[in-house]
């Protein structure tokens, strides 16, 4: 059912200011995370202690009653806000007809309405297939396997800086921090990551076009270590997320089109976190003009349920039946989800990104101006890093924004990211701008 962008955000409810009224972490917090401590994986990385009880629209509840502004939207997965309505309805519509069928071995409605969508907004002109995921990660071990499989070729680039996941396959192409690889290997083969073009222009430009990162691509990986017709697949987000909040400039995504037509190689967008709306179109890549041969995506496409995709252009699904499965990917409950989820951004939301992104962003570049230790503000849509000298700095920024009751997250190696769900509107904005011109304050002085 269509709905207005007026009741796309009915859900958000006003917040003048976060109510924090126990000191943090509160009592019960610091129970549950005692208990945490005892039996959860340490490999987990959380980044404040925050206990969520339960969330509404922009607004996050902890277990000892103190609510947060949420532009963190987690990693930015909570896309039309926690809990929206319409959400809410679809997955329980679909818990009283079917939980779960598999999809690999059962054809099942809402699988194929929603692959029949993604298909639809799929940013290539070539009619598109869909193979659903549990996660992005599995998404891009999809495109790796779909890739190798359709050119024969076994070699894969990457970027420094990229984050792809933390699946072998996936771990293999991520570049982001060495702690993510570190005591993993050996890694997948003949995987190269090339120069990734960072562009900051806060303080006055720096880094160009991406023209001197594809002539390094040409002449160092090409010539000296990986021959171009043994590339299946050049694999890149065109926002970094995880890497730091850094769009390819467009001149380079054309550049990688053009060498992938060149030498048979597939462009494969990793639109993981910069999809689905979040920079003010369906694919951050679209802004580029641009089309790549396969598409990943998760995060927001399902509201907070788990559920990834990888599109790709129809003539690439050359592998065969048994290739490639998943028992609970797509599974119905989800994809109910993902079809009220995309309803939302069709209907009101992506709009409301740019729109809101752009105030969020003039905001942001005005209360950083005064301070020398912001080195950029960056990003497009609500999709916004504003980068700090050190990682000490941003730490800093980024506890003390939660301690006065707004989310955000680091990225990057000194990056603090806004990504907030795509209802927030301009009550909304202009609080968490406050909140964290008060974390600057407190942590940088002035």
Same mark, same amino acid.
């Given at each position: 059912?269509? #709905?207005?962008?007026?009741?796309?955000?009915?859900?958000?409810?006003?917040?003048?200011?976060?109510?924090?009224?126990?000191? /943090?972490?509160?009592?019960?917090?610091?129970?549950?995370?005692?208990?945490?401590? =005892?039996?959860?994986?340490?490999?987990?990385?959380?980044?404040?202690?925050?206990?969520?009880?339960?969330?509404?629209?922009?607004? #996050?509840?902890?277990?000892?009653?103190?609510?947060?502004?949420?532009?963190? @939207?987690?990693?930015?997965? =909570?896309?039309?806000?926690?809990?929206?309505?319409?959400?809410?309805?679809?997955?329980?519509?679909?818990?009283?007809?079917?939980?779960?069928?598999?999809?690999?071995?059962?054809?099942? !409605?809402?699988?194929?309405?929603?692959?029949?969508?993604?298909?639809?907004?799929?940013?290539?002109?070539?009619?598109?297939?869909?193979?659903?995921?549990?996660?992005?990660?599995?998404?891009?071990?999809?495109?790796?396997?779909?890739?190798?499989?359709?050119?024969?070729?076994?070699?894969?680039?990457?970027?420094?800086?990229?984050?792809?996941?933390?699946?072998?396959?996936?771990?293999?192409?991520?570049?982001?921090?060495?702690?993510?690889?570190?005591?993993?290997?050996?890694?997948?083969?003949?995987?190269?990551?090339?120069?990734?073009?960072?562009?900051?222009?806060?303080?006055? !430009?720096?880094?160009?076009?991406?023209?001197?990162?594809?002539?390094?691509?040409?002449?160092?990986?090409?010539?000296?270590?990986?021959?171009?017709?043994? #590339?299946?697949?050049?694999?890149?987000?065109?926002?970094?997320?995880?890497?730091?909040?850094?769009?390819?400039?467009?001149?380079? /995504?054309?550049?990688?089109?053009?060498?992938?037509?060149?030498?048979?190689?597939?462009?494969? @967008?990793?639109?993981?976190?910069?999809?689905?709306?979040?920079?003010?179109?369906?694919?951050?890549?679209?802004?580029?003009?641009?089309?790549?041969?396969?598409?990943?995506?998760?995060?927001?496409?399902?509201?907070?349920?788990?559920?990834?995709?990888?599109?790709?252009?129809?003539?690439?699904?050359?592998?065969?039946?048994?290739?490639?499965?998943?028992?609970? =990917?797509?599974?119905?409950?989800?994809?109910?989800?993902?079809?009220?989820?995309?309803?939302?951004?069709?209907?009101?939301?992506?709009?409301?990104?740019?729109?809101?992104?752009?105030?969020?962003?003039?905001?942001?570049?005005?209360?950083?101006? !005064?301070?020398?230790?912001?080195?950029?503000?960056?990003?497009?849509?609500?999709?916004?890093?504003?980068?700090?000298?050190?990682?000490?700095?941003?730490?800093? #920024?980024?506890?003390?924004?939660?301690?006065?009751?707004?989310?955000?997250?680091?990225?990057?190696?000194?990056?603090?990211?806004?990504?907030?769900? /795509?209802?927030?509107?301009?009550? =909304?904005?202009?609080?968490?701008?406050?909140?964290?011109?008060?974390?600057?304050?407190?942590?940088?002085?002035?």
């Amino acid at each position: 059912m269509s #709905v207005d962008a007026t009741t796309a955000m009915t859900a958000v409810p006003r917040l003048d200011a976060p109510s924090i009224i126990t000191p /943090l972490p509160g009592p019960r917090a610091r129970a549950f995370i005692a208990r945490d401590e =005892a039996v959860v994986s340490p490999s987990l990385t959380r980044a404040y202690p925050l206990v969520a009880e339960s969330g509404s629209g922009y607004v #996050v509840t902890d277990v000892d009653g103190n609510q947060f502004i949420d532009f963190a @939207a987690g990693i930015a997965v =909570a896309s039309t806000g926690h809990s929206h309505p319409a959400v809410v309805a679809a997955i329980k519509e679909q818990a009283d007809r079917l939980i779960h069928i598999a999809a690999t071995d059962f054809y099942e !409605p809402r699988y194929i309405e929603l692959s029949e969508k993604l298909a639809a907004l799929a940013p290539f002109h070539e009619p598109a297939r869909v193979f659903l995921t549990n996660s992005g990660t599995e998404a891009v071990e999809a495109a790796i396997k779909l890739a190798r499989y359709y050119t024969g070729r076994s070699g894969i680039i990457a970027f420094e800086g990229a984050f792809h996941g933390r699946t072998m396959g996936a771990l293999s192409l991520t570049n982001s921090k060495v702690k993510q690889r570190a005591g993993f290997g050996p890694l997948l083969p003949m995987v190269e990551h090339a120069p990734f073009p960072r562009v900051r222009t806060f303080r006055g !430009p720096t880094g160009g076009d991406g023209s001197a990162e594809l002539a390094l691509l040409r002449e160092t990986i090409f010539a000296r270590t990986m021959a171009p017709t043994d #590339v299946a697949a050049i694999v890149i987000e065109p926002v970094q997320g995880e890497g730091g909040y850094f769009a390819a400039p467009t001149p380079f /995504l054309r550049g990688l089109r053009e060498i992938c037509d060149e030498h048979g190689i597939l462009l494969v @967008a990793d639109e993981i976190q910069s999809g689905l709306g979040r920079t003010g179109a369906w694919w951050a890549i679209e802004h580029a003009g641009v089309e790549p041969d396969v598409v990943t995506t998760a995060k927001g496409i399902a509201s907070g349920m788990p559920l990834g995709a990888m599109i790709a252009r129809e003539a690439i699904w050359t592998w065969t039946r048994g290739a490639h499965g998943s028992t609970f =990917a797509g599974n119905p409950v989800c994809a109910a989800a993902a079809l009220a989820t995309l309803q939302l951004l069709e209907d009101g939301l992506i709009d409301n990104a740019t729109a809101m992104g752009e105030r969020l962003k003039s905001g942001l570049e005005r209360i950083a101006e !005064p301070y020398a230790q912001v080195s950029d503000v960056r990003g497009m849509g609500l999709m916004i890093g504003i980068e700090f000298d050190t990682h000490a700095q941003s730490a800093a #920024v980024e506890r003390a924004a939660f301690e006065r009751g707004l989310l955000i997250l680091e990225c990057g190696e000194s990056t603090v990211r806004f990504c907030p769900p /795509l209802i927030v509107d301009a009550a =909304a904005v202009d609080v968490a701008l406050d909140l964290f011109g008060q974390a600057l304050a407190a942590s940088l002085g002035g």
